[in-house]
C-alpha cells in the first residue's frame, strides 16, 4: 500500500566520541523514507530543500524506488542544517545548530498523485505543516503517524497539541513523553498522552528499546545490544519509517501488527546507529534485515 512521508531533509554535522562529520545528508524523511523503502515500495516524499544539494543525494531516493516529486528546491536557498553534539553514553545530546533555511517557509504542496496514500508518516517538523499536510489530502489515510522533538514542544506546543488530534500514533522519546506529559513515570505519562488524542503512542527509550501504549495495553521491544554505537543520529526517524512501512506493507492495522512493526522499527534502528549518518540503511539487503530481526526474536524470547 502507498504511504507518504514528510519531514526536514537536511545536512547535518554531527560529533560524536568516535568522531566528527562534515556537512552530510540527513534529516527526519530521509532516514525514514530509506528505512521505509525496505518494506513497501510505493513510498513517496513531501521536502524541501535548497539547490545547495547534490543531484546524487537526490539519486539516492529514486535508487531505493522513493518517489521525489514532492521534494521542493528552492533555487538560491539553503537548505535545512542541523548540527548536534553526542554525550559519552550516547544517549543524550546536545543541539549545537538549528537553522531552518528554507524549512523556514516551507509550503507542503502535495502532488496530485499522492492525493491517494493509505499510510502518512508526519515526520519531524514544524507541527503547523504537519497540520497543513492533513488538512491538504482529500482522503484521510488509514493510518497516520506523528513524530516530532522537544524543539517543537519548546516553541509550537500549541499547534503541536491541535495536530495531535488528528493523528493515530504518536512517536517520542521518554525525554519528550515527560515534558508533553509533564509526568517522570512513562506510565502516568501515557495515559495524559492518549488523552490527547492519538488511539497508539510508542515510547522509544534508546538502548533500552521501545514500549508500545494502547488502551490498557501495553508491549515492550528490547533494542539489540551492540558492541558499537557510532552515531545515533536518525534512530527514531529510522525506526518510523520501518515501523510505518511495516505496516504499509501488511496493510491491516491491528495491536498485533503494531507489535510486529516496532520489532521491524527497532530492528532498522538498531543498523542506523551502526555507522555516520545514513551510511548503513542505505546499503542493506533484505537478508541483512531478515537476521536482524530474528535476532530481536531471540533475544527476548522464552518459554515459561
Ligand atoms: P533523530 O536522531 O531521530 O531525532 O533525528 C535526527 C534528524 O532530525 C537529523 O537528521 C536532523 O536533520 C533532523 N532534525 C533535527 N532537528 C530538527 C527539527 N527541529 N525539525 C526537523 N528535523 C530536525
Not at 533494542?223 to 543520529?233: C, G, H, Q, S, Y
Amino acid at each position: 500500500m502507498s504511504l507518504l512521508i514528510i519531514g526536514s531533509v537536511a545536512f547535518d554535522a554531527i560529533e560524536t566520541p568516535f568522531g566528527k562529520t562534515d556537512k552530510i545528508v540527513g534529516g527526519a524523511a530521509t532516514y525514514a523514507s530509506l528505512s521505509a523503502s525496505y518494506f513497501c515500495d510505493d513510498v513517496k516524499i513531501v521536502g524541501v530543500v535548497g539547490d545547495d544539494f547534490h543531484k546524487e543525494d537526490i539519486q539516492e531516493f529514486t535508487n531505493h524506488g522513493i518517489d521525489v516529486d514532492g521534494l521542493q528546491i528552492k533555487k538560491g536557498e539553503k537548505s535545512f542544517f542541523w548540527s548536534g553534539k553526542y554525550h559519552n553514553d550516547m544517549n543524550s545530546r546536545d543541539t549545537l545548530i538549528t537553522e531552518l533555511n528554507v524549512l523556514g517557509t516551507f509550503d507542503p504542496i502535495i502532488p496530485e498523485n499522492y492525493q491517494d496514500c493509505e499510510f502518512l508518516l508526519l515526520g519531524n517538523l514544524a507541527p503547523q505543516v504537519q497540520q497543513t499536510t492533513i488538512g491538504r489530502l482529500t482522503k484521510r489515510p488509514k493510518l497516520i503517524v506523528l513524530d516530532t522533538m522537544n524543539f517543537w514542544m519548546d516553541i509550537a506546543l500549541t499547534d503541536l497539541l491541535e495536530t495531535l488530534k488528528l493523528v493515530d500514533v504518536l512517536t517520542i522519546n521518554d525525554e519528550e513523553a515527560r515534558q508533553l506529559s509533564g509526568e517522570y513515570s512513562l506510565v502516568k505519562a501515557s495515559k495524559k498522552i492518549l488523552d490527547m488524542g492519538p488511539k497508539y503512542l510508542i515510547i522509544k527509550k534508546g538502548e533500552h528499546g521501545a514500549l508500545l501504549f494502547h488502551e490498557d495495553k501495553v508491549f515492550s521491544t528490547p533494542a539489540l545490544p551492540l558492541a558499537e554505537v557510532f552515531d545515533p543520529t536518525g534512530a527514531g526517524d529510522t525506526f518510523a519509517g520501518g515501523f510505518i512501512g511495516y505496516l504499509a506493507k501488511v496493510g491491516t492495522v491491528n495491536f498485533n501488527n503494531m507489535k510486529n512493526a516496532i520489532i521491524f522499527g527497532s530492528a532498522m534502528a538498531s543498523f542506523c546507529v551502526e555507522k555516520f549518518g545514513t551510511e548503513k540503511i542505505k546499503n542493506l539487503s533484505q537478508e541483512d534485515i531478515a537476521a536482524r530481526v530474528k535476532q530481536f526474536v531471540e533475544l527476548s524470547s522464552f518459554t515459561i
